[in-house]
């Protein structure tokens, strides 16, 4: 397998050779072309980088540890990748960034069932993500010395390994820290959320991918070097330094433990066990969405029918109370002449009534009982009963959702509502009242609400 | 061929597969960059892409490295009775509720300090006004938490000692949290 570049580091004298000296001589460390360039770095330390080997001093750093660490890591990002790049694709004909050239999943309707995939999606996406960052924070803090060994390179090899590293590490704290801010709403970063999460997460791939086709045999050998199961089972009092390691992160100079290594796992998996607990009650909801303690979605608007999550206030989106009172009409538009409907209009027609969630891409939820006309009653109306799509639009004078077009599936599915009521209640104006989109398994922010007109396109009724 | 890979390793420092991989990265890293250099946020992105990395690097590790070197250098420095020395030490009961308020000071800062107090009205109706009170509770709890499972601690150990004067055990430890 492919030997790694990062062991050519200089020896102990435990006489352990590394895979990567291929002439098979013990002496001393390698050097690529051009040698004396590297020889010449060795030497030009930099005063207080030279001592580093001797800063480091914990007694359980190690392969094995961080071995650990990057099995996890290595089992569960690529769910939070997939996730993240299935809500790409959620968001239909109009995803967030746009034009994204190459870099996406092969297009598909995203489905209307069942009705919590979104949810279900962004909650993983979300959680697992809050979830992984006590694990990246110990996988970094486990991999710190290489982080200021002495020289940086001994080859091309090990330069170009160290520029692939700064994709992964810098990919991984980017996405934690935009996507961290996006669920608390802090945009103090002055781009667009999705744009940024979404190309961070190609460069954060692009370092990923690497590096686990780079060390995924260090790894394995590393896990393979200790039996976890008698980790589990080692006390403080016989916690022993792992052996010295190529890769130099077995401290050379080692403190006395405080802490056994099974404690170092559980210490990092309570926190993350910490990080569930306050967050999962966002995604959850019900009687578990206080437990989000700090979070906005954590927080609860009281017991009346329309007492649940709020995306995006009335006042906030620009909407005027006299535009959605009496004299509001939606206007319907398709294969015949353009119709418009008061509120008691639709009021009259069918209506039906589905147990939908809204989910946002910020990985909240919150399930309600919507009452309504089913879009695809509506659509029927213009004279087109197989839309193509169904182009939604709001009250809202400003802002990136205040469009939105449903795909022919997203129309046609049967709890596919244009509501008006919600849990036995008028909608709130806040809820989006006259009227607001509410289709299952759709991303929250395109249930379009204070709607205006809806545009159904399609092959007319034969 | 053989001595034309050994030539090539020599060379480059590593296998030609890991050569590919670093192709395979870095083009992909270019094709993002292409896609994204037109962009009026891309310097700002970069700056923030850099910036993490830098202050996770030189400012998170390091600070808590620091920290826990400073609590652990005050306990040795803290006068012990002969009767103490073997008393069930008291690091990990600081330093587990410590790392937990921590953690949830990091990941929540936004909401914690108020940062975006106008987006989250906007976005939800309600205010962030609850989180430093809650995170101050937490914190607490943790602490108290800590304390009495070291209160707890201390007497079983004393209990222990005192049945057997010739006990030879270390103080064992049990995964808190």
């Given amino acids: 397998m492919t030997p790694t570049a990062g062991s050519g580091s200089s020896r102990r004298d435990s006489g352990e050779v590394s895979d990567d000296m291929a002439t098979g001589k013990r002496a001393g460390p390698a050097y690529g072309f051009p040698a004396p360039l590297w020889k010449a770095l060795e030497r030009h330390r930099p005063p207080g980088i030279g001592a580093s080997s001797r800063w480091w001093r914990s007694p359980l750093r190690g392969p094995w540890l961080t071995s650990v660490f990057a099995l996890v890591l290595l089992c569960a990002l690529p769910i939070v990748t997939l996730t993240g790049l299935l809500s790409w694709v959620a968001y239909g004909s109009q995803p967030i960034p746009g034009d994204v050239g190459h870099l996406h999943l092969p297009f598909f309707s995203w489905p209307t069932s069942p009705a919590w995939l979104y949810r279900l999606n962004q909650g993983i996406h979300v959680i697992l993500g809050l979830t992984l960052i006590p694990v990246v924070l110990a996988k970094l ?241 213009t004279g087109i009963t197989t839309p193509d799509t169904a182009d939604v639009q709001s009250l809202q004078p400003a802002g990136s959702f205040k469009r939105a077009i449903l795909l022919s599936n997203q129309v046609l599915d049967p709890d596919s509502l244009l509501a008006l009521r919600v849990n036995g209640s008028d909608l709130s104006l806040d809820h989006g009242y006259p009227a607001r989109v509410v289709v299952p398994a759709l991303p929250g922010v395109h249930n379009t609400k204070w709607v205006k007109s809806i545009t159904f396109a399609g092959p007319p009724n034969a | 061929m053989r001595s034309a890979l050994q030539q090539f390793r020599r060379f480059y420092g590593a296998s030609p597969l890991h050569l590919l991989a670093m192709l395979a990265c870095f083009t992909l890293l270019a094709y993002v960059f292409a896609l994204t250099r037109d962009f009026s946020t891309a310097p700002r992105m970069a700056i923030w892409f850099l910036g993490v990395v830098l202050v996770h690097d030189l400012v998170l590790l390091p600070s808590y490295t620091a920290v826990d070197r400073g609590f652990g250098w005050i306990l040795r420095k803290l006068p012990r009775g002969s009767s103490e020395r073997r008393t069930v030490p008291i690091v990990n009961y600081v330093r587990i509720p410590t790392l937990a308020a921590g953690l949830l000071l990091l990941i929540f800062l936004p909401g914690i300090s108020k940062q975006a107090p106008r987006t989250v009205i906007s976005k939800t109706g309600l205010s962030e006004n609850p989180f430093f009170g809650r995170w101050l509770v937490l914190t607490a709890v943790f602490f108290f938490i800590s304390a009495a499972l070291y209160a707890v601690r201390r007497l079983r150990h004393g209990f222990a000692r005192s049945r057997t004067s010739g006990d030879k055990d270390p103080p064992r430890r049990v995964s808190q949290k």
């Avoid at chain 1, 086709?213 to 896990?223: D, E, F, G, W, Y």
């Avoid at chain 1, 099974?262 to 009650?281: D, E």
């Avoid at chain 1, 147990?355 to 009452?371: D, K, M, N, R, Y």
């Fill in chain 1, 141 to 381: 803090w486990s991999v710190a010395p290489k982080l200021v060994a002495w020289p940086p390179a001994r080859s091309i090899a090990q330069v170009l390994e160290r520029l692939s590293l700064f994709a992964l590490v810098g990919g991984i704290l980017f996405e934690i820290v935009t996507g961290v801010a996006n669920i608390q709403y802090d945009y103090l970063f002055g781009f667009s959320f999705y744009t940024a999460h979404y190309y961070g997460a190609w460069v954060f791939i692009a370092g990923f991918v690497v590096h686990v086709a780079i060390k995924l045999p260090r790894m394995v050998t590393s896990l393979r070097s200790r039996s976890l199961r008698k980790e589990l089972r080692t006390p403080l009092s016989a916690t022993l330094p792992e052996p010295s390691d190529p890769d130099d992160l077995v401290a050379i100079n080692p403190a006395e433990p405080t802490m056994s290594r099974r404690g170092a796992l559980a210490l990092v998996g309570g926190g993350s066990l910490l990080v569930v607990a306050v967050t999962a009650g966002q995604t959850i909801g019900g009687l578990t969405r206080r437990t989000a303690l700090l979070l906005p979605r954590g927080r609860t608007y009281g017991d009346g029918p329309n007492d649940f999550q709020i995306n995006r206030t009335a006042a906030a989106a620009g909407i005027k109370p006299a535009d959605a009172g009496a004299g509001w009409r939606l206007m319907v538009s398709g294969a015949s002449a353009p119709m418009s409907f008061s509120r008691s209009e639709l009021l009259a027609m069918p209506q039906h009534t589905a147990v939908l969630p809204i989910a946002c891409v910020e990985g909240w939820s919150t399930t309600q009982s919507w009452t309504g006309v089913r879009l695809r009653d509506l659509a029927a109306l």
